[in-house]
């Protein structure tokens, strides 16, 4: 691997490059991929945070690489989430290059990031409502307002459709719907190379975080499991993630996660099922499953808060607990315990 401070390149299947774009939180990267195209120019797939490091790290690849930001032909996001999305804006700036993701992800990034905005007030109200005190929904909210200028500038979008196929990098590419980390999540199957690009579903050190959010899927969970039984019967023999390095036991890989969240889930009802726990919120369950540890950094605390409630509702669908209200506070309660009127 080539060492080109603060970003790592590495070459694969001869031609492509994998960049690790440096991040400012504990991830501490993000992958990119730059696929040359038969025809001339690259495409590349999520370049990544927009910080004056990542940004000077590409300067340093594509100095390293002979590649001008104008030989970039197109760019394609995966999801929305910032470390993926955030420097699309800039590079079509830079590159005239069109920006690729599906409508879903693009909703996502307007309804956070976009001039109406609104998804960010929906969320801490959300964490309000189950039992975050007031001064850690707050900082939430200030952590959430820090990332618009790691977005923008906001790109001009052309749309994906989920399924259909794709050519980029000299590939017929299918597209495959992948929800539960984040709505219209797209991974690019090529059934010859048997190569995938897998954004963030399906990484090999890292269990996704699977969030509720507020009026996407009422199951966020349900959903990512599903895609993960999907995704475990593809050919695999190289995949390439979003974060970690790229690696070859897929399928394994996507039954550990359905693994770890089945424990998760019976680890929440063994909580409720414990005699002095008659009554819990969503955010006492959140730190007894994360501990307390994520109240000093509201980044990951959301993470958490989030993944728990997906996991609750979840638990809520599947009859193993209800939801109750009392005094206007929700709790969650054993299924077999349930007492007073059901809220979910």
């Keep these: ?52 490091e990542a940004v000077t790290a590409w300067e340093a ?73 007031a001064g850690l929904v707050e900082g939430i909210a200030d952590n959430l307002d820090s990332f618009l200028a790691s977005v923008s500038p906001q790109p001009t979008v052309t749309y994906m459709k989920p399924g259909e196929p794709i050519a980029f990098g000299g590939i017929a590419w299918q597209s495959i719907d992948a929800p539960g980390h984040a709505l219209g999540q797209l991974l690019f199957y090529d059934p010859i190379s048997q190569s995938i690009l897998c954004g963030d579903q399906v990484m090999p050190d890292i269990t996704p975080n699977v969030s509720l959010v507020p009026d996407e899927l009422d199951d966020p969970l349900d959903a990512f499991m599903q895609s993960l039984e999907e995704l475990s ?51 006492e369950l959140c730190e007894l499953l994360f501990g307390t540890r994520h109240r000093e950094n509201k980044h990951n605390l959301r993470f958490a808060m989030a993944e728990t409630l997906a996991h609750l509702v979840h638990l809520v669908k599947r009859g193993r607990i209800a939801q109750v209200e009392r005094d206007g506070q929700l709790f969650f309660v054993k299924a077999d315990r349930q007492g007073g009127s059901a809220a979910y």
């Excluded at 790592?8 to 696929?35: A, D, G, H, I, M």
């Excluded at 590079?91 to 960010?120: C, D, K, N, P």
């Excluded at 770890?260 to 819990?280: F, K, M, N, S, T």
């Design 1 to 52: 691997m080539d060492n080109i401070k603060p970003l790592q390149v590495k070459t694969w299947n001869e031609n492509w490059l994998q960049v690790k774009v440096p991040l400012p939180f504990s991830l501490r990267y993000v992958n990119s991929y730059v696929l040359p195209e038969p025809t001339g120019g690259y495409t590349v797939v999520d370049p990544g945070l927009h910080t004056p």
């Design 233 to 283: 019967v593809l050919n695999v023999s190289r995949a390439f993630p979003g974060h970690r390095n790229p690696f070859t036991s897929f399928s394994e890989r996507c039954l550990e996660l359905k693994r770890h969240h089945a424990q998760r889930l019976d680890a929440i009802v063994e909580l409720l099922e414990e005699p002095q726990r008659q009554l819990a919120t969503g955010f």
């Design 61 to 133: 690849v594509f100095r390293h690489a002979g590649i001008a930001f104008t030989d970039i032909v197109r760019i394609i996001v995966t999801h929305q989430h910032p470390d993926h999305y955030g420097l699309a804006g800039l590079f079509q700036e830079r590159s005239g290059a069109q920006v690729w993701m599906t409508e879903a992800s693009h909703r996502y990034a307007i309804r956070m990031w976009g001039e109406h905005r609104e998804l960010g007030d929906k969320l801490t109200a959300q964490f309000s409502a189950h039992g975050m005190p």
